[in-house]
């Protein structure tokens, strides 16, 4: 799925609007594009864009509180069925309110039942005036790159890439590549709003690149071998303040064991968060078997 881009690299259409990966289609419903199809179905989406539009409604409900807003500090999302390419409802609410932290929940509904749903902590950040401290070495800048150096990589030359999500991405690696299972680095830049005229947040942005973290890592071919996550859990150290976020991932399978995707992610700054996803790795034959058996 080919997307075009103006000089800015944001996607336009032959009409210059901006696509988005969500049509709003009611006050909390949202009917999603053909850009959020995913790599592992073509009838499901990608968690990436959905997991943003969870992060908005969490956002959205801490302006609504009527305090200081507070910023993410970790977030934690259930992915308990696949996402169909069909409209979401998307409800968040506060558990726990607080000054310094807050706990927010929320969750994507999908035909009336919950799809998605995430626990969100808003955690005061510290004080600018801290005691001196030794910097760490994950506290300076990203360890790959800058993006401008390095060359941009179609996924559409792969076809077992070749999806609307990953299409809306612009993809720069300075590790691996889409072709070569294991560790990967990549920067990452979205180049889709997320609902018309509503660029995607800085939080939303990390969460959405977070979410690839199994896939660009993965460590099988992903044509003949799935690695799906059921969750998602990112700590976030600050929002991300450059549109281009470092995503450098690797993934633990071992035979008889759990999966593990792990992953730091970075701006132009310096660090802004880590992420973890269990895995689910199943061969495409045996899990197309198993569909047809109903036993998935």
């Not at 901006?18 to 006050?27: C, E, H, L, W």
């Not at 302006?63 to 500090?73: A, I, N, R």
């Not at 506060?94 to 000054?99: A, I, N, T």
Request: charged residues 20%; hydrophobic residues 40%; contains cysteine.
């Amino acid at each position: 799925m080919h997307v075009e881009s103006d000089a800015n690299g944001h996607a336009t259409t032959r009409n210059g609007d901006r696509p988005t990966y969500f049509v709003p289609d009611g006050p909390r419903r949202f009917r999603p594009t053909g850009h959020t199809q995913g790599p592992w179905n073509p009838h499901h989406q990608h968690a990436g864009p959905a997991l943003a539009l969870l992060v908005r409604a969490v956002e959205r409900c801490l302006v609504d509180t009527g305090h200081d807003v507070l910023p993410l500090g970790r977030l934690t999302c259930e992915i308990l069925s696949p996402l169909r390419i069909e409209p979401l409802e998307a409800h968040a609410w506060v558990e726990r309110p607080g000054r310094r932290v807050r706990l927010v929940r929320a969750e994507l509904r999908q035909r009336g039942a919950p799809l998605v749903t995430a626990a969100a902590w808003a955690v005061r950040p510290a004080p600018a005036e801290l005691p001196d401290h030794r910097p760490t070495p994950s506290s300076g800048a990203a360890p790959h790159g800058p993006p401008a150096v390095l060359p941009v990589t179609d996924p559409a030359q792969f076809p077992e890439w070749d999806c609307g999500f990953m299409a809306s991405v612009e993809w720069r690696f300075a590790q691996g590549c889409f072709s070569r299972p294991g560790p990967a680095a990549v920067w990452a830049r979205p180049r889709l709003d997320l609902v018309p005229g509503e660029c995607l947040s800085p939080t939303q942005r990390l969460v959405l690149t977070a979410d690839s973290a199994n896939g660009v890592s993965a460590e099988l071919p992903i044509d003949s071998w799935l690695s799906i996550s059921p969750e998602l859990t990112l700590h976030v150290t600050r929002p991300p303040r450059s549109a281009w976020l470092c995503l450098s991932a690797a993934s633990h399978i071992r035979p008889g064991e759990a999966g593990l995707a792990t992953a730091e992610l970075w701006d132009l700054g310096g660090l802004v968060g880590r992420s973890h996803q269990s895995l689910l790795v199943l061969e495409r034959e045996t899990e197309a078997v198993a569909r047809s058996s109903h036993s998935i």
